[in-house]
Every structure is written in structure tokens, then in C-alpha cells.
């Protein structure tokens, strides 16, 4: 059974799979943030369990294909190191699954700081959409939008 998986989810078939698999979750964050559904499946560890399983599979696929690990720790070593490390598919699909998760990890917490601080999900939308393409940038509109509904600036919320 592990051979049939192993021969449908290509590198290509991943990838499709991987970004179609979380737009449900940014849907529901995005347009329904303080719905049940929304908490119980996007706002919990459920979407990261998920990738983290798409993680592991994609990290024992490389292994299988004789990915070498440690080439990985080049990327420190500068542009063209880390430039020659995504022409490498199976670093490439590892690494946008880890940006995937972190960007849908965001928009979780996004959601439940708006919640509790009762910001209009009309505001709330825009910083989403943001995070989604642009992961920072989204986190950074969020918390100027929310300095004005805490009424204070913190560090460490």
C-alpha cells in the first residue's frame, strides 16, 4: 500500500495536494474566524498535525530517494548556497511545507488574539489575506491594528 502512496504523491502531486489542502483552512479562518468549526479544526493543533505528517512523509521520501541531509546546513553559508539548495525538489517541498504551516500557525493565532481582544473580523480580514500570501507583513498590520484595540503597546502579549 506504501508503494501505491510512494508512486501517486510525485513531487508535483505534493505540491498540488499541499496547497489545496490548506485552503479550507484559510477559507474558514479568513471568512468564518469566530465560528465553531473554525475553533475546533483551524484554531487547534489539527492543520499543523496534518503538515506535520505531510512533513515526515516528504522528509522519509527524500531519504528513500537518497536526499542528503546535511547539504541542508549550507544554506547558512550564503546566497548561492541556499540559491543551489532550492534547484533540490525535495528541499523545496520541505521548505514550503514549513512556510504553510508557519503562515496557517499565524493566521490561527491571529484569529484567537482577535477574539480575545473583540476586533471586528472586518479588520481582521485584511492582516489574514496578508498573512497568508506574505507571512510577516500580515503579522505586522495585525498588531498595528491591534495596538489600537488593546489600547497599549506589548512586547511579550
Excluded at 468549526?37 to 521520501?61: E, G, Q
Excluded at 500557525?105 to 477574539?115: A, E, N, P, R
Aim: glycine residues 4%; hydrophobic residues 55%.
Amino acid at each position: 500500500m506504501i508503494e501505491k502512496i510512494y508512486t501517486f504523491f510525485t513531487a508535483e502531486m505534493t505540491y498540488l495536494w499541499l496547497n489545496i489542502g490548506v485552503l479550507p483552512f484559510w477559507l474558514l479562518l479568513i471568512f468564518f474566524p469566530q465560528s465553531k468549526i473554525s475553533k475546533v479544526f483551524v484554531a487547534s493543533i489539527f492543520p499543523i498535525f496534518i503538515l506535520s505528517l505531510a512533513y515526515v512523509y516528504l522528509l522519509y521520501t527524500s531519504y528513500l530517494d537518497g536526499y542528503d541531509f546535511f547539504q541542508n546546513f549550507k544554506l547558512y553559508l550564503g546566497l548561492n548556497e541556499i540559491s543551489n539548495l532550492f534547484n533540490n525538489k525535495h528541499f523545496l517541498l520541505i521548505f514550503w511545507t514549513h512556510f504553510l504551516a508557519i503562515n496557517l500557525f499565524c493566521g490561527s493565532w491571529i484569529v484567537k488574539d482577535s477574539l480575545k481582544f473583540e476586533i471586528n473580523k472586518v479588520l481582521v480580514f485584511f492582516p489574514l489575506l496578508i498573512t497568508y500570501l506574505i507571512g510577516p507583513i500580515g503579522l505586522t498590520v495585525y498588531w498595528i491594528i491591534r495596538i489600537f484595540y488593546a489600547k497599549r503597546i506589548s512586547l511579550y502579549d
